[in-house]
Nanobody, 123 residues
């Protein structure tokens, strides 16, 4: 599965961005999807994940209430709506795919990673 993330950019604190991640295969609906991020000098961290049918979502405490993950299986795309952005949200954001929702975690052995998209939030 090839994943292509887009939608990053430079915004001021308090503004919103929506990231998209398009998958190359029609089997997209077989995969749980997730978003991770990595800030300069820091380790990659989990942000959010969603089950294959979109019925279950999970978030890191740091983004809960501000970010929303969703998916459109007809378009082979997963989204990350990011509201009330903070400077500490600045990072490269990566989408990920795995048949098992439980494996979408740091150290979980994620099967597929996309190239990242940079999000920069200025104060």
């Amino acid at each position: 599965v090839q994943l292509q993330a887009s939608g990053g950019g430079l915004v001021q604190a308090g503004y919103s961005l929506r990231l998209s991640c398009a998958a190359s295969e029609r089997t997209f609906s077989w995969y749980a999807m997730g978003w991770f991020r990595q800030a300069p000098g820091k380790e990659r961290e989990f942000v959010a994940k969603i089950s294959v049918n979109g019925g279950s979502t999970y978030y890191a405490d740091s983004v809960k209430g501000r970010f929303t993950i969703s998916r459109d299986n007809a378009k082979n795309t997963v989204y990350l709506q990011m509201n009330s952005l903070k400077p500490e949200d600045t990072a490269v954001y990566y989408c990920a795919a795995d048949p098992k929702l439980i494996d979408l975690r740091v150290g979980g052995g994620v099967d597929y990673w996309g190239k990242g998209t940079q999000v920069t939030v200025s104060s």
